[in-house]
Structures are given as C-alpha cells and as structure tokens.
C-alpha cells in the first residue's frame, strides 16, 4: 500500500486522491440566483443527503484551486439563503458539464448550458425542467474550512419541497433504472449508475449471525468469495445437522427424470444453474466431492435459495 499524509503532499495530489476514493459521488445541479437577479447554475458532486426529518442535504463549493478567490453559488447562496438542487440524469450530462465551465456572475448560466427555467413555489431560484428530480431549498449553514486554494465551504441545506416525476417510481420506490442518475468519479470520468445497478439484502432488524459464526470448514473453503461468505452471515440460523442429513438423503434417493451422472453432467447442471441436479450428482462422485458439492452450494447462492446453500455446505462439513 501506498501511505499518505495531506500534509507532505501538494493540494492537487490530495484533491486527486479524494475524487478516486470517494466515488462515485451523486451530482448536485445547484440554481440560485444573485442579488442582481441573474440566475446561475454549477454543477457540485462534493454533495450528498444526511437525514429526513428534516430532509437535510449538503454540497460544497469550495473556494477556486486556482486563487482561491469564491464561486458565484456560493456568493448567492450566503447572500440570499436560497436554492434549488436537481440530480442529474444520464440524458443531461453533457449539458451539466458545460454548466460548471467558468462564466462571469452576469451570465446566465441557463442559457449557456441550454437548460429551461421553470419558476420554484417556495424560493426564487428557478429550477431545471429538464432534471426529473428538483428540491427546492433553504440554506441552513454556511460552514468554511480554510480560505486558500480548493478549501472547503459546506452549504448544509433543508429541503423545502421535493418535485419528482410521476413516472419515476416502481412500487413506491424511486427505479434506478428509470432515473438514469450519473455519478461523478476521478478525472473526467463519470459513471452511469444503472449500467452497475443490483440489489441486496438489507439487514434492517434481522439478527444477522454474521461472519465470525460461520463454520471454520466454510470460512476456510477455497470456493466460497468473501461476498458468498458475506451471504451466509446475514442468515439469523444455522440448519441442524439433523436437517441437514435428511435432506441429503432426500436429494440422493429422490428419483429425477432424464438425470445423469458424471462429471459432464455436473459442468452442463452448473451452466444452466441447476444447483440441485449439481449437488445430486455430487454425491454420486468419488473425486473433489467436496468441491462438487460447495461449488453446489455457491450456486445456490447465487440463485438466492441460501436455505439450500447452507444445507450443502455444512453436509461438506460431515464428510470424512
Ligand atoms: C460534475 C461536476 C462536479 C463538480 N463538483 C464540484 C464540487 O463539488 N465543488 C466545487 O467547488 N466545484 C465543483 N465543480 C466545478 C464547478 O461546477 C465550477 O467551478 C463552476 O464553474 C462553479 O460555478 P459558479 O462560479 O457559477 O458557482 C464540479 C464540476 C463538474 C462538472
């Protein structure tokens, strides 16, 4: 590993750092509007939401890396404590970045980025048609740390009202999928979040046995990923070893049409995910039974049927 203190490195080298490390960051198309009236729009991908009641959000635009001087969000922010904050979707993206180019605080940056005003009901920024989700906001606090180059400025901000799109929602929640959001990340790169969209388990109040009361045999296995270990310990219990030789022997005895075995059956089960067919076949082998049989339970796994995965993995257990 490479081991850094900020301290012995240039401030650059340590913004680079961040934006690798942290990633990917969720984008906040910020409207606000200045004293003057002119309406400006920047795009912040230091941002994100840190409670609900009330809905608190938070982003900074920090001070310019290269003198230090203050962006323009800022400047209307601290003097009108208003904003508006749009997610950004993977169809105005290119429009977002041209967004954050440097224009001067009399440009009105909707028109540079090609982006339509729609008037807000609780704050005079405008906020973005084109955005399918919109938060019309208050500035709660402005908080800054340090006054030189690339020193941060947190807006932390409450959510007066939310504008969401009808169509964005599948059984009441927001479709990752459907909202299309990208994500900033080291760079130029940008990530599009539903190209690496997939769901987990949430623990929620599952008592969860967790990694530390897997059996030793599971933990040490060769086959398992630390992901698939991960999976058996968000069961909340283990199957007795009762039920699980029973059940073995109920895989075994029971009589499938059309199965075959042998290893060759084995490799064609694996590819079309039937674990249960893998496992049968297993216990008709003499050689790697073990692995057969894990490989088995990986599968299963996979396919979510955790009850059967550990099953198979504590029946490797009891094999001499
Ligand atoms: C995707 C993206 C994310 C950005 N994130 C930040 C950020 O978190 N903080 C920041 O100060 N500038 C960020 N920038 C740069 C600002 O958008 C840029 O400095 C902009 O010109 C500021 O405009 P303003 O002076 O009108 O406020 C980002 C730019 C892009 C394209």
Known sequence: MLHYEPKDLSVPEVHRLLLGGVAPRPIALVSTISIDGIHNLSPFSFFNAFGANPPIV???????GRDATLKDTYNNLVATKECVIQAVTHSMVEQVSLASAEYSSDIDEFIKAGLTPIDSDLVKPKRVKESPFQMECKLLEMRSFGNTGASANIAICEVLKFHVTEDLFTNGIIDPVKIDLVARMSGS????????????????????IGYDQLPLHIKKSEIYSANDLGKFGHSESIPSLEDVTSYIQKVANEKIDGFEEGLEAFHRYQRLNDYRKMLKTSLMLNENQKIMIELSAKTALANNDIDFAWKAALYVGMIK
């Open 58 to 64: 938070a982003f900074s635009p920090s001070r310019r």
């Open 189 to 208: 790169f940008y990530s599009r979040a539903t190209n690496g969209v997939f769901s987990l388990e949430q623990p929620g109040t599952k008592k969860c």
